[in-house]
Every structure is written in C-alpha cells, then in structure tokens.
C-alpha cells in the first residue's frame, strides 16, 4: 500500500498481466494497465480525479468502471477488484469483475426511436466514423448510408506511414468502425463506390453503380488525394504515393527490396517515411523544395530540429532542391534535379494533399482552398456538413483560414457534424489543434499552430527526448505552439498555457530564445526555472573557435553522446592483435570501454566492458584468449560474441529466489556494437544502420587508406601508451594544420621531410571530418634563404649519427613518403616514410586524452625491413624526435584556456577556403573540422 502513489497510478505485473493501480482518496482500484487504442502504459499517465488520461494520445478513461471517455478511445478498460489487508494490495484478476458500462454502440441501439429522417455519408474515413458514432450516440434514430471509394470500412491513416510499413499493425487493428459496429449502430455500406453528383435541391445523391440515396442530411467526408509530382515519370512502377493501405502494401513491399531509397517532400510524412526506412536499414535521401523543412507552416529553427534528427540518423536531407524528371535506366530508378541526379530503387513523394472539394463546389458549397463550414460543420448549402480534410476550421487561425490534416480534427470535425445532424448543439469543446507524429523513436507532439516568423523558445536538449519548443507571435509575445520530443507532460501542460495566456510568462524562458530566421546558434537551457548555459558561436564563424569547445563539460558529454557513441565508425583494433578463436583485447569506443574478440564462427564482435546485472567492468586484462568472460562480481558469464551464457542461482535455491520466471538471457546480453572491417583494421559504431566504411571514408580518403593498408597483412611491432593533458580535438587539429608542422619541428624540416615549397597537400573529404596531411620528401639544401629564414625550428648544419634513419624503401602506391591520415572521430594512421602505426585516441574528459599507437609491419617483412621500420618508429611516440613536441604544443594550449578562459582561436589562414588546401601554410581542413563538428553537434 505504501508504494502506491496518492491520487496517482502504479503500474505492476501479476501473473504476466499488465496492471495499474490507482490510490484515489484512500481507496484503491485496479484496472488493465495498456491502453485500448495504441498499447501505451497506463502507468505512464496522468490521473485527474477519477479519470486516467493516456501519455501517448491522451485519451482518457473512467478508473472506476473502465470507461472509455473520448477519442481517440472507444473501447472500454478491463477492470479489477481490489482490496487492502494489513496494508497490502490485493486484485483479483479472475472473479467478479466490476460491471462495465456497455460498449456505445450498444446502448446507442437501445435508445434509438424510429425516425424517418436519412443520412448519407459520403467518404468512408475516420471522419465519416467519428461522425456517425457521435449522431447515434446523440439519439439520431433514422438510416444512415456510408459511400466509400475503398473497399474497407473506415480506418485510421496515420499507422499508414510508421507501423504497417514495419509489419507491426494490419487494417484490422486500425480500424475505426469494425462489422460489429457496423451492425449494432445499424449503418447500410456502399464499399468500393462513389458518388458522382449531388442534386441538392431535391436531395439525391447519385452513385457510380446507378444507385440513388435519398437524404435529409448529407456529410461530405471526401478528405484528400496525395498530390502528384507534374514532371515525366511521375507514375513510373516504383514511385510511390502514400493515401490508403494498399499504398502502404505496396510501399512496404519496395522497402524491403530496397536498398536505396529517394524521398520527395521533407514534410511529416516524408520525414516518416524516412523514420521507416531507416529502421530498415534503407540508405535513404530526402530532397525538399524549400530552404528548410516544413519551412511553410514552422519557424526555421524547428525545421532545423527535424532535420538534424533524421540526419543524426543516417537520412541525408537536402534544400533547395527542384525534381525535374523521373527515368529508369539499368541501375534502378534516376531521379534528376537541380542538384544533380539520384539513383534509387524505390521513390515515394510526400508533397501534400489535395482535398477533394469537387462534389461540393458541383454541389453549390462554398469553397476556398477547403469547404468551407460554420461551428457545426454546416456547408452554406441546406442539408450538406463537411468535415475532416477536406473542410477547413470554422474560426480563422493567426488571421488565415485552414485545413488541419490530422487524426485530431477529423475526430473533432465529424464529432462536431454527427451532433448537429442528430439535432444536438455540438458539445466538442473548441481545443486547440493538436497533431503527432512517430520519427526516429520519438513520439512528437504538436499543440496549436505556429507561424514561420515565430520565435522559438527551445528547454531540454535539442532535437532529443524531453525537449520543449514553445513557438511565439513576436507581435504580441502570445504562446502560439507547443512541440514536445517525447514529452507527454509537456503536451498536458501546454494545454493549460494556450487555453490561459497568463500561465505562459516568456521571460522565463527568454533566454533560450532560437531566432525566426534560423541563423542564430541554439541555446539551451535545462528549465524554464532553472539558470541557463548559453553557447554562442563566435559571429565570425569558422574563423574563430571559442574556449567552451575544448573545455566545457557539457559539451564533452555530448560529443560522447552524438559523435563517438553516434554516427560514425570508430577504430577498435588490427585484426592480426585477435587471430585466433578466443582471442580478444580491451579497446574503447569514446571513452566507453569495449571487449573485441573473435568467436566460434570466426566473427569479430566488439561489446561494451560492462557487466549487464551490476555494472562491473568484467574484462581487465589488456588482451588474452577465453572461451568466455565471466564477471568477477556475481559470476554472470558471456560467450564471444557478448550474450549471456549463465547466471549462478537463476533458479534460486530450494525454490526461494532467484531471477523472475520470464527472465531471458537471451534479454541481458551485453551491449553489442555493429562492426566492420577493411584490410585488417576493425571498426565499430553504436549505430546499427551506419553506411559502408567506403562510404564514410569517400573516395580520396579511402584511397589514402588503402595505399597504406595495401593487401598486405599487418603485424603487429609494439604499442605506446600515454595520457596528454589537453582536448581530444586538438590532437585532430595538430595533424590538420601543416602550419606548425614547419615551424615547430626541427627533424622535419632540418631532414626535409615536412618543408614549405615541398610537394605537399592537406587533403579533406567533402564532409570535412577526416583529413590527410601529405609530404614529399624534399632536398632541404635547395630551400632558398627567405624560406629557411621563415621557419625558425629548421637548424642549419645539424646531422644524423645514424644516418638510415633517413632512408626510405619505395613499397606503397603513393607520391607521397609522409603521410598523416585523420579518421574521425578516434584515429590516425601514420606512414613516416617506412615506419607504420596506428593512433587510437581515447578521451577521458573535456581536458585530457589517451593516446594507444599500435606500431606495425607486414607479415612478408624481411629481418631488415623490420629492424628498419624499428629504427625509423623512434621518430614517433611519446619521446620521439616528433611527437613530444606535439603533446607538449597540446598541453601548452590548453593551460592557456584553462589559465585565461572565455578566449577564442584565431583560424585565419588561407581566407576563403574550408577543406582542402595546396598549401602547407593554410588553416583551411580545421576550419571544414568543426564546420562538420557544428554539424553533428547542432550548434
């Protein structure tokens, strides 16, 4: 009893049964703990009085009997008896249930009188359901005659682009009038018809199959067809318009051929079709029209929001972008626009809808843009109510009429037409609009409706679970919308705001405050009432860099979070360090520790080094060989590849204890991460859905890569391993600014291995992210006297003791003897002429790093080669001739920062050009560095 919560809901499991329990006023009642409508947990709710409200759709039921109390909820909870003994809670889940109220359409069946009056209902979707339950539950006795074009009766469409695409729902579970409805609320269907003209003088509506249905009142319930693309091949095979379930059918049967998929439209719809697609692994491009997403009906800041989700998720979105035609050549599908064409194996176009206002406008209703309808969704013509998408709101919006394409008002709408048809005064309280949609794992919802230049009021973390946009008129200050990632609560409260203007106080939340234009940085702030952290970027962009990226602890938590544990492939080990079955060495990802081994099957499988029951770190040695790792604490034991093998006791002992009986191993594996591989080097992404590493890398990358990484199999030399105390970052930026390289190291310009005038290039992939510092080697002696002069380290006359330091054995495919290779975001791949190695590095917070180098040769190495790549490794390392002087560079930076804070960098070099740069004496890759940075960061 004690752990029930007062005037709350608890949610328990007895018996495999989900339950929730409510403690109202000392008394507890116990009902089914899933929602009727869209399985969502009850415990999960809010609990008004003797209502519980659902979190996912807000609708709401009756605790005591179960009743269901408003859309979108018409079926009725199960309920329980509940008592209290010696204070604990018991239910009974299979005696006497409390007496339910009947489902309505039964009692809508009692109630009914006989009539003379006839209705005909013209659209067979969810506003024609909403419409003909409200009128029979208002008493309305006479006929009623549903025409729909389908052949099904009335079902929801939004499940149409998220759950039947995933096989998850079927027409059944989306249903809005089942045959059972159909007869107990005594409804004649005309499926699979139309009707082609209204006489609404005499009152006739005029079939397609010659059938005539007189009427006394008509409801045009038309809805919409999705707009169609005016270009040639539009209506290929292939490309893909979304309105019904068969639509959906077929889409989801070219999913899953697909391979590549290409969006049209970068609205709701087409953001969940990317949803879709990227839970099904399909590469997917969205093209949109506009300079943002939904740039027509959002503030640019939230269209920002939206699409940095689906780019966080692999969807590569872009703006600007005009489709001109649609052909099918050999490879599939070629979509050609003004950004060049697009290959693809299935499109599907989401440009909006259409509503269908032909019969009315035939029919003498007035019509602009949508049917237009008075409170009680009466047309100007006597006899004739619209509702849903194709009539518009009654009240004009922001100064502007408008159509609301969502569940929640075709619900409202034919509610609304069902009362005044039956004779009702509508009771559907005027609420305002409310909206949602299912992307990426979140459930956002939208209460109210924003404007494009609305300001927009951002608290919680950018386009992540728990936040909280509160659009603004900047005219008057006046809350206008409320968008909530994942945040019920936040919906339930909005309502409160919009309905009493005085609760919404803007100086709470002034501070995060996203300007209408979207140029400005995102600020963010944890509360409404909490203080607030602003980051803000330096208004010379790219060419300054402010302290808080390299110090700040917050943003170190959430370059873990979107960078090392989001999309990108991480470097975790050479395959030649576990080449045996068994094999294995702890590696990290970020600074998440992780286990790499090679199982049974040959498999290389990377999990995270964290026990599944209590947390221990259970792997501690480096690197070894085990046919399972067992944690030290409680013994649980894990095979190779990370799942759960064994847990001591599960059962218990004399059968007390133990785990509970729908305990799974197979439910507490260990955290797997998605691996690949490429000539030896093994990578892994915390992202299952992460594009080929060729495709990460892009093509001068990847050829770098493999000049290096050339066929032949490494093996490894040795490793170093040291700790620096600066920023992870700063360690990319050394190897992307050849800058220094000629002004602080002595060996390399002395000996002519890094020298400007040389042949040389700083390479970045388009991205920017990842980046290659080249050098050939060049006869220092010919350097003219200006520029020895410039780079002060070069010391004249010095000479080796030792001189094959300097020799380089010709063996890789490259015009380059140095190269410095940067893979975002935790490795580097050195080739100093013969010597090799790879850098992992390994943050531990804003302030320090480690680096691991793992030096290597290759398997047909000669005893000479290898004392020669030997020899020429003291170049590198924590007490190389180089690399000491590049940690303590590091380590002098940051104490700068941390010594005189709130600075910025100074990135000027090589004005005008971000990537890749023909000249050592350029800053141009670090700038194209945290313009990606930004990027992934949404800052």
């Given amino acids: 009893m004690d752990e029930l919560k007062p005037n709350g809901v608890t949610g328990v499991e007895i018996d495999g049964r989900t339950v929730a329990l409510y403690l109202i ?36 039921f009756d605790i005591r009997s179960g009743k ?109 009038l089942a045959e059972a409805d159909v007869a107990a609320l005594d409804v004649k269907t005309h499926l699979g018809c139309s009707v082609t003209r209204i006489d609404s003088a005499a009152r006739i509506a005029f079939l397609n199959n010659g059938t005539e249905l007189r009427y006394d009142a008509l409801l045009l319930a038309t809805g919409g067809v999705p707009r169609r693309l005016s270009i040639a091949g539009a209506d290929l095979p292939g490309v893909h318009y979304l309105r019904t379930i068969e639509d959906a059918e077929s889409m989801r049967q070219s999913l899953a051929r697909a391979k590549r998929l290409v969006i049209v439209g970068g609205g709701f719809i087409g953001l969940e079709l990317a949803s879709v697609a990227a839970t099904l692994g399909v590469a997917t491009v969205l093209l949109e029209r506009e300079t943002e997403l939904m740039a027509r009906v959002l503030p640019p800041s939230l269209g920002r929001s939206f ?54 406008t035939a029919a003498g209703c007035e019509v602009d843009g949508g049917i237009v309808v008075d409170a009680e969704q009466r047309t100007n013509v006597a006899g004739i109510w619209a509702a849903g998408d194709c009539a518009l709101h009654c009240r004009p919006v922001r100064g502007r009429s408008c159509r609301f394409e969502s569940w929640h008002n075709a619900e409202q709408q034919g509610a609304a037409a069902g009362q005044s048809i039956a004779g009702a005064s509508p009771r559907t309280h ?77 100086a709470k939340v002034s501070a995060a405050l996203l300007t209408s234009d979207g140029k400005e940085e995102i600020t963010q702030v944890r509360s409404v009432t909490t203080t607030s952290k602003q980051y803000v970027w330096p208004s010379e962009g790219l060419t300054r860099v402010p302290d808080w990226v390299y110090t700040d602890d917050d943003i170190y938590r959430r370059e873990v979070e979107r960078i090392f544990h989001g999309r990108t492939w991480n470097y975790v080990a050479l395959e030649s360090e576990i080449p045996d079955v068994g094999d294995f060495i702890r590696s990290n990802v970020g600074p998440t520790p992780v286990v790499v081994s090679r199982a049974e099957d040959g498999s290389i499988n990377v999990f995270e080094n964290r026990c599944a029951h209590r947390a221990a770190e259970f792997c501690r040695e480096l690197s070894g060989n085990a046919k399972e790792f067992v944690c030290p604490y409680h013994q649980w034991s894990y095979d190779l590849k990370g799942n759960l093998a064994g847990v001591p006791f599960r059962r218990g002992v004399d059968g007390k204890g133990g785990m509970p009986r729908d305990f799974k191993n197979a439910d507490h594996g260990l955290r797997q991460l ?10 892994a992404s915390y992202l299952h859905d992460m594009e080929p590493l060729a495709e990460y890398l892009g093509p001068e990358i990847l050829r770098e890569f493999e000049a290096t990484f050339d066929g032949r199999k490494p093996k490894v030399l040795g490793h170093y391993r040291h700790s620096l105390p600066g920023n992870w970052k700063l360690y990319h930026e050394n190897l992307k600014d050849p800058y220094h390289a000629t002004l602080l190291h002595t060996f390399l310009v002395t000996f002519g291995l890094l020298v400007a005038g040389n042949k040389s290039s700083m390479i970045a992939d388009p991205s920017g992210r990842h980046g290659v510092m080249a050098s050939a080697k060049s006869d220092v002696s010919k350097l003219d006297n200006s520029t020895k002069k410039e780079m002060r380290a070069y010391k004249e006359g010095m000479r080796l003791e030792e001189p094959r330091f300097m020799d380089f054995v010709s063996e890789f495919d490259s015009p380059w003897s140095v190269t410095m290779t940067t893979i975002w975001p935790n490795l580097i791949v050195q080739r100093e002429m013969n010597t090799l190695g790879v850098r992992q590095i390994v943050p531990t917070g804003p302030n320090e790093f480690i680096m691991k180098w793992t030096m290597f040769g290759f398997e047909g190495d000669d005893e000479e080669m290898t004392r020669h790549r030997l020899r020429q490794g003291n170049l590198m390392g924590p007490a190389g001739f180089l690399g000491l002087e590049d940690n303590e560079a590091i380590k002098f930076v940051q104490d700068g920062m941390l010594a005189v804070p709130d600075g910025q960098h100074v990135v000027e070099l090589d004005p005008g050009v971000i990537g890749t740069a023909d000249t050592l004496i350029s800053e141009a890759s670090i700038r194209a560095m945290y313009q990606h940075w930004r990027s992934a960061m949404e800052l």
């Avoid at 998605?674 to 990578?683: A, D, L, N, P, W």
């Fill in 430 to 506: 005027a609420q305002a609009p409310w909206f949602w949609t299912d992307q990426f794992g979140l459930n956002i919802q939208i209460l109210g409706v924003s404007s494009p230049g609305d300001k927009v009021a951002l608290t919680g973390c950018d386009g992540e679970p728990g936040a909280v946009y509160r659009t603004i008129d900047p005219d008057t200050g006046r809350l206008t919308s409320v968008v909530a990632f994942s945040d019920p609560a936040a919906i339930r409260q909005a309502r409160k705001e919009l309905e009493n203007p005085d609760m919404f106080d803007i």
């Fill in 674 to 683: 998605k691996v690949t591989t490429h000539r030896g080097v093994v990578f």
């Fill in 68 to 176: 269901a109390l408003c859309s979108p909820v018409t079926k009725d909870l199960e309920t329980y008896s509940a008592k209290v003994e010696e204070g604990e809670v018991f239910v009974d889940l299979d005696g006497d249930k409390k007496a339910a109220p009947k489902h309505q359409a039964e009692v809508c069946a009692q109630r009914r009188s006989p009539s003379r009056r006839a209705v005909v209902v013209v659209g067979a979707g969810q506003a024609a359901a909403a419409a003909i339950r409200s009128m029979r539950a208002s008493g309305f006795a006479g006929t009623v005659d549903l025409v729909g074009r389908e052949e099904h009766l009335p079902y929801e469409r939004p499940p149409l682009s998220k759950d039947i695409l995933l096989g998850k729902a079927s027409i059944e579970s989306c249903g809005r």
């Fill in 25 to 60: 006023d000392g008394e507890v009642f116990a009902t089914h703990g899933i929602c009727t409508h869209a399985l969502a947990f009850l415990a999960d709710g809010f609990v008004d009085g003797g209502t519980i409200e659902c979190p996912l759709h807000q609708g709401m």
């Fill in 307 to 360: 699409r940095s989700l689906a780019e966080r998720h692999g969807v590569s979105v872009l703006r600007g972008v005009q489709v001109l035609d649609i052909r099918r050549d050999g490879e599939g599908l070629v979509v050609n626009t003004s950004a060049g064409a697009f290959v693809a194996d299935a499109i599907c176009v989401g440009v909006g809808l259409a509503p269908e206002t032909e019969l009315a």
